[in-house]
């Protein structure tokens, strides 16, 4: 479940994406999705579980840039 170590062999094999992703999965130290995932923009966040499942009653929110608006705890 090691997501970096994915991405990382994926643009090794195939090369780097042409286009600039709109979301990219943000990993904790461990491997794990981190409790928030917003868009590159940081314009809309939620929360999800360590497994990258998004956690009921956790709408996804427009953040305007402020993603520490939305608590994930």
């Not at 094999?13 to 999965?25: E, I």
């Not at 579980?49 to 929110?61: A, H, T």
Request: hydrophobic share 30%; charged share 30%; proline share 7%.
């Amino acid at each position: 479940m090691a997501l970096k170590a994915d991405l990382l062999k994926s643009i090794l094999v195939h090369g780097a994406p042409m286009f600039q992703p709109k979301y990219v999965p943000q990993c904790d130290d461990e491997g794990y999705y981190a409790p928030m995932q917003c868009m590159m923009d940081k314009s809309k966040c939620w929360c999800v579980d360590r497994l990258g499942n998004k956690i009921k009653n956790s709408r996804e929110r427009r953040t305007r840039g402020k993603p520490e608006e939305l608590d994930c705890s």
